[in-house]
Nanobody, 126 residues
């Protein structure tokens, strides 16, 4: 069983930056593709970004492409989400997720992930 713990959320003004971290433990991390999702109040969970096991391939939602960067450090069992040029629309709880070891759909689908963190709140003021 993989355990994921997010950190780094907080309150920031529009245009500012934050870096989220996701620390993994309790299972194999290096061979798992990882992703960030987010969920605003009263909204459905939304895909943000994904990264393959080696970190050599990334994919972003159109809403964050060019502003956010996903990365990973397998030696530290940690995934990061660097968020720049933040907008009020980015306000949400951000979740880290580990992708299933076998899959046939695309990384944007929440059902592709079998382990989730508890989330970290990001609030962007106008």
């Amino acid at each position: 069983q993989v355990q994921l713990v997010e950190s780094g959320g907080g309150l920031v003004q529009a245009g500012g930056s934050l870096r989220l971290s996701c620390a993994a433990s309790g299972g194999t991390f290096s061979n798992r593709a990882m992703a960030w999702f987010r969920q605003g109040p009263g909204k459905e969970r939304e895909f943000v970004a994904a990264i393959n096991w080696s970190g050599g391939s990334t994919y972003y939602a159109d809403s964050v492409r060019g502003r956010f960067t996903i990365s990973r450090d397998n030696a530290k069992n940690t995934v990061y989400l660097q968020m720049n040029s933040l907008k009020p629309e980015d306000t949400a709880v951000y979740y880290c997720a580990a992708r299933k070891p076998y899959y046939y759909s695309d990384a944007r689908t929440a059902n592709e992930y079998d382990y989730w963190g508890q989330g970290t709140q990001v609030t962007v003021s106008s």
